[in-house]
């Protein structure tokens, strides 16, 4: 399991196109303020055009997902999330390469997923994440397969997490990298 700090740095991230950015919590007797998104910090290729707000229970997974027209930039306002990343991209320097990434609420960070990255999203404990894409909400862009396909490269440390009928339906990797046209 990787910690957020080992996607900040573009030139050394395990998965090519996938960086993050702490964020920078301000406290004082009222609570807190902390910026997630400015355009400049360029995280993700594209500005986000959609954001959604969504609250998960413990044991919840979500995914494995794979968009190949809009990238997700992400970050959890309460809980913890443990993202699953798996590069798919046959022209990637990265291909291949499966890892898992902590992001505790309480070290607030922004990440980017690029197109062609597969991704699930396990929540340990009940959380709040919030992401933006830059496209609005296209069905045809939900691609997807099975949670715990080895082939991913994602060793989860979940064996029978709560999946949408959709997630529980979904097909093997090689089906999707088929229909995705990633197959070698
Ligand atoms: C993603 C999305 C869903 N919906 C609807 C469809 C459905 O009725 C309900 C729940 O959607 P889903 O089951 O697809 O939500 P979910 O399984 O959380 O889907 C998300 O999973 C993670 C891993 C990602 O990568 C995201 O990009 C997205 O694919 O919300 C929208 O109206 N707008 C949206 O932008």
Known sequence: MLEIEAFA???ATP????VAKSLIT????????????????????????????????ANVMR??????????ILTVLQGEMLLGLSDLRPSSPTHGTGAIVRMPADSPAMIAIPVGVAHGFY?????????????DFDRTDELGCRWNEPGLGIDWPAD???????????????QLLDVAGLSE
């Open 15 to 18: 998965i090519s196109g996938v």
């Open 63 to 72: 995914g494995v997902h794979l968009h190949l027209k809009h990238e997700d």
């Open 9 to 11: 740095d573009a030139a």
């Open 123 to 135: 929540f340990p404990v009940p959380s709040i994440h919030i992401y933006g894409v830059d496209f």
């Open 26 to 57: 301000h406290a004082d007797s009222r609570g807190d303020l902390t910026e997630i998104y400015r355009k400049s910090w360029s995280i993700g290729s594209n500005t986000p055009v959609q954001w959604n707000v969504v609250h998960s229970a």
């Open 160 to 174: 029978d997490p709560i999946l949408s009928e959709r997630d529980t339906d979904a097909g093997s990797l090689a």
